[in-house]
């Protein structure tokens, strides 16, 4: 029987170790050079490449539980999961009847934001695996803390020439990046989880200095922290540099809280005082720093800036919409569709779009309710609970630094996600999961423990599913680049790419895109059957659109404008004023 259960498995044990592990590194290094993926192509590698890291650990025999992680994150994010899968099934708008039952008002987002989240609990099921071995987690560390140091000098470099282009190649048309991040308060949050674990790093390395004997030995050791510490200075600068005061400020705390933490380490009573008298000096100054420079802060305690004033509207909105949807929210992904419903004229009048609500946590709870807050802050508390009791238990000086170093960098996240979106950033995200699996590594077997494997057919069904799950992040991504491609296109032109993007994908932007194409081409038709002709044919796609996302301007604008041409001037009416309300200009 033995005989038989090896040989039937042999095949799929005989993939490398490697390929998970190159595939995971890929994603850890190609999310945020692929400026943060936050495209839909870029987003579409990250997924695929986390789906096939999927299959391979399943074909390779992967261990059953996946250890802390598997019992903790893994099942707040397949809870998640379930919820998004009941709220597509039930789609409507935010402006209809109250329902007891999870619901989406922006199918389309919520679609994409279920493959997302996919590919992240893929990446949770399989980086433990991963990581489990004691060079692959340094390989990934160190890898980690050198694209911090990437970022940071080609950040660094960007903004001393303008920061008109990214890599010095593709213009920025929009935003204030940083490096090759759109978003510099996104990359203040990668730049500060990478300085941490290379802290971590810098750290553990000390203890080479007991191991080597010979001086030459200690004399090189010294040269190569001194060179170590340098860089890291370099990136804790660009985690300033790039102006982002949550990630400046959330860096900083966590380096304090984990610090303090660290101080019950030290044996003797004097020391271990004295070390918390300084990082209470330290905590102090900084906290002087902040009142004398108010603007570090965002002048909270005074007049607001604009930055500042608009993320509290964003909060007080968001209270009023937590009201209204208490339980399962309004679907994965569906703030830009219902949330401008509850924003105060600060923010429409302001804002050209309102994606996110520059809080992850709230954003959490407008989409998935009260259910989503319970389930990802239950598996993420249980989590750091157990990292921190159990790192309190090390007894390897050079884990407890790894430990130290990976903890705050997942606290740092976890303080700067209160302030702004930045888990919506996919790079972001990867990192701050990876981040966690490396941490539940750190404080799992010393060595790799092999679990008993699920059984051949059962892996190749779930390799099978991921596959298909990779396959389905294609058309999303190709319907997208279509859209973009129609930015200085004509008119006729314009509807060819329009209907390429909704062969592809059929979504409320493909319609809308479609049915704008046929109004801009009536408007150079010859003859008023012609024009007339063309003003029906783009009702259908426009009214679908608005159907299903009545709160974009643009999808009301232009109904309203076709209706008007066709002559139901009430109708037109109703909707070109609630294009005006809404507030977000034209293109």
């Avoid at 918390?276 to 002087?288: E, M, W």
């Avoid at 006729?492 to 809308?512: D, G």
Wanted: proline share 6%; hydrophobic share 50%; net charge positive.
């Amino acid at each position: 029987m033995r005989a038989f259960s090896s040989s039937a498995s042999s095949p799929v044990r005989r993939l490398s170790p490697r390929i998970p592990e190159a595939l995971f590194l890929f994603a850890v290094v190609f999310s945020p050079l692929a400026f943060g993926s936050t495209r839909p192509w870029s987003t579409a590698v990250v997924e695929i490449d986390l789906f096939l890291l999927f299959a391979a650990c399943v074909l390779r025999g992967g261990a059953e539980g996946g250890g802390l992680v598997g019992k903790t994150l893994l099942p707040a994010v397949l809870g998640l999961l379930l919820l998004g899968v009941l709220q597509l099934l039930n789609p409507r708008s935010s402006l209809g009847p109250a329902s007891l039952l999870p619901f989406t008002a922006a199918e389309t987002a919520t679609r994409h934001d279920l493959l997302l989240w996919s590919s992240y609990a893929a990446l949770l099921w399989s980086a433990p695996q991963v990581l489990a071995d004691r060079d692959a987690r340094r390989r990934f560390a160190w890898t980690l803390f050198g694209l911090g140091v990437l970022v940071a000098v080609v950040g660094v470099m960007q903004r001393g020439q303008g920061n008109g282009y990214y890599y010095g190649l593709f213009p920025v048309r929009e935003g204030g990046p940083f490096g090759p991040f759109v978003n510099r308060d996104h990359a203040g949050a990668f730049l500060a989880m990478s300085a941490c674990v290379g802290g971590g790093l810098f750290l553990s390395r000390w203890t080479g200095l007991r191991e080597r004997r010979a001086s030459s030995a200690k004399i090189d050791l010294a040269a190569a922290q001194a060179l170590l510490l340098f860089v890291l200075g370099v990136t804790a600068f660009a985690v300033w540099d790039c102006r982002s005061r949550g990630g400046l400020n959330s860096f900083v705390l966590s380096l304090e809280v984990v610090s303090l933490t660290a101080t019950g380490f030290i044996r003797r009573p004097g020391p271990r005082w004295t070390a918390r008298a300084i990082l209470f000096a330290a905590g102090l100054a900084y906290a002087l720093f902040l009142v004398s420079h108010p603007i570090y802060f965002g002048d909270l305690f005074q007049t607001p800036d604009a930055s500042t004033a608009l993320r509290l509207s964003f909060y007080r909105s968001s209270v009023a919409f937590l009201r209204d949807f208490p339980l399962w929210g309004t679907g994965l992904g569906s703030t830009r569709a219902a949330f401008r419903y509850y924003a105060e004229p600060l923010a429409l009048g302001t804002h050209l779009m309102i994606d996110h609500v520059h809080s992850d946590w709230l954003e959490f709870g407008l989409e998935g309710g009260l259910f989503a807050l319970l389930a990802l802050g239950a598996g993420l508390g249980s989590f750091l609970f157990a990292i921190l009791r159990d790192w309190r238990r090390e007894l390897s000086f050079e884990r407890r630094c790894l430990i130290a170093g990976a903890l705050a960098a997942a606290v740092s996240f976890v303080l700067h996600e209160a302030v702004d979106f930045c888990f919506r950033t996919p790079a972001d995200a990867v990192a701050f999961l990876s981040v966690l699996c490396y941490l539940g590594a750190l404080l799992g077997p010393k060595e790799p423990v092999a679990g008993r494997p699920a059984p051949v057919p059962l892996r190749a069904g779930a390799a099978a599913a991921a596959l298909a799950l990779a396959v389905l992040c294609v058309p999303p991504a190709a319907s997208w680049i279509y859209l973009r491609r129609m930015g200085p296109a004509t008119p006729a032109a314009r509807a060819l790419l329009a209907a390429k993007a909704q062969a592809w994908e059929q979504t409320p932007e493909t319609r809308f895109q479609l049915g704008a194409a046929a109004l801009l081409v009536a408007e150079s038709a010859a003859g008023a059957p012609a024009r007339a002709r063309l003003l029906r044919a783009a009702l259908p796609d426009l009214e679908a659109a608005w159907s299903r996302a009545p709160l974009d301007r643009r999808y009301n604008a232009f109904l309203g404008e076709d209706l008007d041409r066709l002559g139901s001037n009430a109708d037109a009416g109703v909707l070109l004023r609630r294009a005006r309300l809404l507030g977000q200009p034209l293109p």
